[in-house]
């Protein structure tokens, strides 16, 4: 089994330590976030497809072609278009069912072989502010319905954290926008539900490192992952 990872974008909002090294670099104690992204990977995933853009050759030059047990390819984005532009950047090298991860973000090994199970599925994690994240609704059944960028209300706290598990079917459907010049990975799988249930896992444990403070508490949190 495959998995995407996605380690294109230029971290901005990490500024100024993503000036001279991708936000996927970024160490958490001495190792790069993404070093342990691929060693909480499930058994079953034999080859890698990172998705690159920004300063991506340092990540080359430090995984090379094999890193944890895997086999690592790369694809090189020739501009950032979102979570599903670069998903679908990968599609000729993508085999029938595949996972796709952000490259920043700490997942729970256990999580994802939970993930890695389903056919089409997404990790989701209760949050205590839903108004910072895309929200997942579900219907009576479990199932994924809908969601909600950055809801209003506080009343559903129940968050998609970016990990899913995904078929060669995604690329049967157009890539939904999500601005000018992006392309949303969630939003474009959702369309999916026309033929196949999605399924939700929800997550034990999951550390995001989008701002500089997260650095610390990742730090903080390691443990969580590794035990």
Known sequence: MQAVILAAGKGTRMLPLTQDIPKSMLPIQGKPILAYTLEFLPAKIDEVIIAINYLGEQIQKYFGDSFAGKKIRYVRQKELNGSGGAVWDCQDILQDRFLVLMGDDLYYRQDLEKLSQERLALLAIEVD???????????????????????????????????????????????????????????????????????????????????????????????????
């Open 129 to 227: 502010d839903p108004t910072r994240f895309g929200i997942v609704q579900l219907d009576k059944d479990g199932n994924v319905t809908d969601i909600v960028e950055k809801p209003a209300t506080m009343e559903n706290r129940l968050a998609n954290i970016g990990a899913y598990a995904l078929t060669k079917g995604f690329f049967d459907y157009p890539l939904v926008p999500i601005n000018g010049t992006e392309f949303g990975l969630p939003q474009t799988m959702l369309q999916m539900q026309d033929k196949h249930p999605i399924k939700v896992i929800r997550a034990t444990h999951w550390q995001p490192v989008g701002y500089p403070d997260h650095l610390q508490q990742a730090e903080q949190e390691l443990a969580k992952f590794i035990n």
